[in-house]
């Protein structure tokens, strides 16, 4: 099975959100199990200097978009046993950042039209293009339009793959003649057409030959009105074309036995735990109590993570509950502010780092004894996967990936391994945190609920072998 990944960031190149973190690991597993897969990317500006300088040049050819033929070299590198192309053109990429621009709608055009272009260049055929987001949605429109008379392409099929349904790529009526060289016959309810617009991602989804998302129950929410974003109806009438499918975490990278940024390196130890606890509240400066409960959330300072709700409840609990509350992140202002100015109200229970730092975000997962996530939607979440491994427990609301991966605590059967509530409401979640901390002082039940959390399988091997069933299922075409 030969696949080739398409997508606009991947670790340890480049990096905005956790779609980098899955292309940086998926094709890893996938390889692991013996398929052949290669990975191609936009060459930014922005990739470190020590995986530019490694980077050899194969090819160069001309790219049609539109009228027009753009230039695009083909260079790559090996890392990880992983071969990675990296499409050459400083027009379009040789930018400081990597989304945001006005004419990002040309730039992706130009990129899922390389993508394809660039594949005798390399010398490689793929069975599966596997393509992620609204930045690769046009190959399989594309492939079908402008490649399948030419046998080299006419046996790939494609799998398409949606991170985050909020993002779809909308672009005015006139990108579809004069970027993507495509007629009105594409330009239907069918097709390519959103509200007189052209939708690049409603594009992946009607032309590929499988869609998937990153959890079962985000793919069952996409088609409601409410998580469709518009989409519902579409997806719905997919059927058992469209599959969800939980990612993994590098259990290699996050592993607390061996990570080099914790305090102290442990399994599954509740006394190594808390001798992280202390260091992290010196470092804080918050009072050293080993015993008092310590919730942590590590996450961008925006509204779908459901921070309204802890806005609502937090000085309520700070002033009552006998715990202690860290936050990691950056994000909105008004969120930035609001929490400085709890930390200042509550300094002896809470600290607000307005930052980002891996090196602490790791701290914060091996110290904390709870991990507080209550979005109002999470197509599948990394955070709580993190926590799990690190034996901090996951207070969650059951909505995507969240539901699919955190099971609520049952005391008379110790199964479950963390806490969860279902309404986007503040009092529920304050509730769920309450029952935590009260199972939290009962010795007997956290350590089998932290037993629970540390034992499960949060690497990429179950996903990856999902991933090669449904590769399997449209190569064949069952």
């Given at each position: 099975?030969n696949?080739?990944?398409a997508a606009a960031?991947?670790?340890?190149?480049?990096?905005?959100g956790g779609l980098?973190d899955?292309i940086?690991a998926l094709?890893?597993?996938?390889?692991a199990?013996g398929?052949?897969?290669?990975?191609v990317l936009p060459?930014?500006?922005?990739?470190?200097e020590q995986?530019r300088?490694?980077?050899e040049?194969?090819?160069?050819i001309?790219?049609p978009?539109?009228?027009?033929s753009?230039y695009?070299?083909?260079?790559t590198l090996?890392?990880?046993g992983?071969a990675y192309?990296?499409?050459?053109?400083e027009y379009?990429?040789?930018?400081?950042?990597?989304y945001?621009?006005?004419?990002d709608g040309e730039?992706?055009?130009?990129?899922?039209r390389?993508?394809?272009?660039?594949?005798q260049?390399?010398d490689?055929?793929?069975?599966?293009?596997h393509?992620?987001d609204?930045?690769t949605?046009?190959?399989p429109v594309?492939?079908?339009?402008?490649?399948?008379?030419?046998?080299?392409?006419?046996?790939?099929?494609?799998?398409?793959?949606i991170?985050n349904l909020?993002?779809?790529g909308?672009f005015p009526?006139?990108?579809l003649?004069?970027l993507?060289?495509l007629?009105?016959?594409y330009?239907?309810?069918?097709?390519?057409?959103y509200?007189g617009?052209?939708n690049?991602m409603?594009g992946?989804?009607?032309?590929s030959d499988?869609?998937?998302t990153?959890s079962?129950?985000y793919a069952?929410?996409?088609?409601?009105?409410?998580y469709?974003?518009?989409l519902?109806?579409l997806?719905?009438?997919?059927?058992p074309?469209?599959?969800?499918i939980v990612n993994?975490?590098?259990?290699k990278?996050?592993?607390p036995?061996t990570d080099p940024?914790?305090?102290?390196q442990?399994r599954?130890?509740?006394?190594?735990?808390?001798?992280?606890?202390?260091?992290?509240?010196?470092e804080?400066e918050?009072?050293?109590s080993?015993?008092?409960?310590?919730?942590a959330m590590?996450t961008r300072?925006?509204?779908?993570?459901?921070?309204?709700?802890v806005?609502r409840v937090?000085?309520?609990?700070?002033?009552?509950?006998?715990i202690?509350?860290?936050?990691l992140?950056?994000?909105d202002?008004?969120?930035?502010?609001?929490?400085?100015e709890?930390?200042?109200r509550?300094?002896?229970?809470m600290?607000?780092?307005?930052?980002?730092s891996e090196?602490?975000?790791?701290?914060f997962y091996?110290?904390?004894?709870m991990?507080?996530?209550?979005?109002s939607?999470?197509?599948c979440g990394?955070?709580q996967?993190?926590?799990?491994?690190?034996?901090s427990?996951p207070?969650?609301?059951e909505t995507?990936?969240?539901n699919?991966?955190?099971?609520?605590?049952?005391?008379?059967?110790?199964?479950?391994?963390?806490?969860?509530?279902a309404?986007i409401?503040?009092?529920d979640m304050?509730h769920t945190?309450r029952?935590?901390?009260?199972?939290y002082?009962?010795?007997r039940?956290?350590?089998?609920?932290?037993?629970n959390?540390?034992?499960g399988?949060?690497?990429?091997?179950?996903?990856?072998?999902?991933?090669?069933?449904i590769?399997d299922?449209?190569?064949?075409?069952?």
């Open positions: 099975m696949v080739l990944f960031e991947a670790v340890p190149f480049i990096k905005t980098a899955v940086g094709p890893q597993a996938l390889a199990n398929v052949d897969v290669r990975v060459k930014y500006r922005g990739i470190p995986y300088e490694q980077m040049h194969v090819g160069e001309y790219v978009v539109g009228w027009r753009q695009c070299g083909i260079e090996n890392h990880d992983i192309y990296f499409v050459d053109n379009y990429f040789g930018r400081d950042a990597v945001g621009y006005m004419d730039r992706f055009a130009f990129l899922n390389a993508v394809l272009q660039l594949l260049s390399i490689f055929r793929p069975d599966v293009i393509c992620h609204w930045h949605a046009l190959i594309l492939l079908h339009a402008h490649y399948r008379h030419d046998p080299f392409y006419e046996s790939i099929r494609t799998v398409y793959t991170h909020l993002y779809q909308i009526y006139e990108v003649g004069e993507l060289e007629d009105d016959r330009f239907t309810m069918d097709g390519l057409e509200y617009k052209v690049y409603k992946g989804i009607v032309y499988h869609v998937t990153v079962p129950t069952r929410e996409i088609q409601t009105a409410y469709g974003y518009g519902d109806g997806l719905r009438a997919l059927g074309k469209l599959s969800g993994g975490i590098d259990t990278s996050y592993n036995a940024h914790i305090a102290k442990y599954s130890s509740l006394a190594k735990k808390k001798e992280n606890k202390i260091r992290l509240q010196q804080l918050l009072p050293v080993a015993d008092t409960p310590l919730i590590v300072l925006v509204e779908p993570k459901g921070l309204e709700l806005i937090l000085d309520e609990m700070l002033t009552f509950d006998d202690q509350f860290v936050i992140g950056t994000g202002g008004k969120y930035e502010h609001w929490f400085k709890a930390e200042r509550h300094p002896q229970k600290s607000a780092r307005i930052t980002f090196a602490l975000s790791r701290k091996a110290s904390s004894d991990f507080l996530m209550p979005s939607f999470e197509p990394i955070s996967l993190l926590a799990l491994r690190y034996g427990i207070i969650v609301r995507g990936g969240l699919d991966t955190v099971q609520a605590y049952n005391e008379f059967t110790g199964e479950g391994n963390g806490f969860s509530f309404h409401n503040a009092h304050m945190i029952r935590a901390v009260s199972f002082r009962q010795p039940h956290w350590s089998q609920i932290v037993k959390a540390v034992s399988d949060y690497s990429w091997n179950v996903s990856a072998r999902a991933y090669q069933e590769y299922r449209v190569t064949i075409g069952t």
